[in-house]
C-alpha cells in the first residue's frame, strides 16, 4: 500500500497561507491524491483530488510536482473555521482499495 | 439531497452486550465503507462494500465484528459481546462507484461500552 506521511499538526493565524505537504513515496501509476477535512464530532469531507501538476477549486489548490512523491495541499486566507485536521490518502481508481487508508492526519489549528 | 445517515447517534453498552449500528448511504450509491475513528486518532478501515461483490473485510478487527448490506443499500455493522476497546466513533460513507471516488461520511456512531 502506498504509504503517507504528514505533520502531526500545524498552527496558523487568519489570512494567512497555510501548506501542508503529503509525502507518498511508493505512489504507483495509477494513483490519485485525495484530501479531506473533518471537524469535531463530523465525518470528513471531500476536499480536493488530483494526479499531477495543478488543481484548484473554491476551497484549495493542490499542488502536484512531477514525480508525484509528495502533494501540498493550499488553504490561501485561512479563517478560524479552517480548524480542523485534513487527511491525505493516495488510491488507484481501478481498484479502490489503496485509498482506504486516511492516516492520523494533520491537526491545523487557526489563531485569530 | 439527503446525505449518509447513521443511527443512532450515540449508544452507551456494558460489556458483554451485542450492538447494532446502522448506515444509510446516499441513494444510488453503490459503495459503502465502514470506519472507526478512536478518540483523537484517524480513522481505521473496517469493511468496504461495492455493488454486489463480496465485502472486502480485510479491515474488520475481529470475530466479534461483521456487517451486512442489504439490498444494496442500507447497511448494519454488528459487534457482539462489545469490549471497552471497542468504544469509538464508527463512521459510515458511501460514494458513487470506485473507492476513490468521493467519499461521503454520515456523522457517526459514538459507541460507548461501560
Known amino acids: 500500500l502506498a504509504k503517507t506521511t504528514q505533520p502531526i499538526s500545524m498552527d496558523s493565524y487568519e489570512g494567512q497561507e497555510v501548506n501542508i505537504t503529503c509525502s507518498h513515496n511508493n505512489i504507483a501509476t495509477n494513483d490519485y491524491i485525495t484530501w479531506y477535512q473533518q471537524f469535531p464530532s463530523q465525518g470528513p469531507r471531500f476536499i480536493i483530488q488530483?494526479?499531477?501538476t495543478k488543481v484548484t477549486n473554491e476551497v484549495a489548490s493542490l499542488f502536484i510536482p512531477a514525480d508525484r512523491k509528495s502533494s501540498t495541499l493550499s488553504l490561501p486566507r485561512v479563517s478560524l473555521s479552517d480548524t480542523a485536521v485534513y487527511y491525505c490518502l493516495v488510491g488507484d481508481r481501478q481498484t479502490g482499495r489503496r485509498a482506504l487508508t486516511f492516516g492520523s492526519g494533520t491537526r491545523l489549528q487557526v489563531q485569530p | 439531497g439527503a446525505g449518509v445517515s447513521q443511527s443512532p447517534s450515540n449508544k452507551v453498552t456494558e460489556k458483554g452486550k451485542d450492538v447494532e449500528l446502522r448506515c444509510d448511504p446516499i441513494?444510488?450509491?453503490?459503495?459503502l465503507y465502514w470506519y472507526r475513528q478512536s478518540l483523537g486518532q484517524g480513522l481505521e478501515f473496517l469493511i468496504y462494500?461495492?455493488?454486489?461483490?463480496?465485502?472486502?473485510k480485510s479491515g474488520l478487527p475481529s470475530d466479534r465484528f461483521s456487517a451486512e448490506r442489504t439490498g444494496g443499500s442500507v447497511s448494519t455493522l454488528t459487534i457482539q459481546r462489545t469490549q471497552q476497546e471497542d468504544s469509538a466513533v464508527y463512521l459510515c460513507a458511501s460514494s458513487l462507484e470506485r473507492g476513490t471516488d468521493t467519499q461521503y461520511f454520515g456523522p457517526g456512531t459514538r459507541l460507548t461500552v461501560l
Open positions: 488530483g494526479y499531477k
Open positions: 462494500f461495492q455493488g454486489n461483490s463480496a465485502p472486502d
Open positions: 441513494s444510488g450509491h453503490t459503495a
